[in-house]
Nanobody, 130 residues
Framework: QVRLVESGGGSVQAGGSLRLSCVVS????????MAWFRQAPGKEREGVAS????????YYGASAKGRATILYDNANNTVYLHMNSLNPEDTAMYYC???????????????????????WGQGTQVTVSS
């Protein structure tokens, strides 16, 4: 029913940038939260960025603030993540997630395990080489 499909992952060099996309289908809510998470082996899940679907509010995790941008294309039901100045610490599996509870946009980047998002993509691997 609800599907989230990420793309754009791959191998990049330090200092480069990434552009991830997540196409959402089967989700008809006009509001809610779209978010990007990442998780590296042995580390906790981290909220990278989030955006309120029915508005323009965006939130960024500490590690992404200042160099990341999350965008939502309502017409195409696609959420994007742009991140510049990549470093090896950005290496992780990146996941796209969605939830009808727009307030989760806040917890996504402050306490990502407080509430679990309802829908998740399969993830896309990003590897940053030095």
């Amino acid at each position: 029913q609800v599907r989230l499909v990420e793309s754009g992952g791959g191998s990049v060099q330090a200092g480069g940038s990434l552009r991830l996309s997540c196409v959402v289908s089967g989700y008809t809510h006009s509001d809610g939260c779209m978010a990007w998470f990442r998780q590296a082996p042995g580390k906790e899940r981290e909220g990278v960025a989030s955006i309120v679907r029915g508005g323009s509010n965006t939130y960024y995790g500490a590690s992404a603030k200042g160099r990341a941008t999350i965008l939502y294309d309502n017409a195409n039901n696609t959420v994007y993540l742009h991140m510049n100045s990549l470093n090896p610490e950005d290496t992780a599996m990146y996941y796209c997630a969605a939830d009808a509870r727009y307030l989760l946009c806040v917890t996504a980047v402050t306490n990502p395990r407080r509430f679990d998002f309802a829908y998740w993509g399969q993830g896309t691997q990003v590897t940053v080489s030095s």
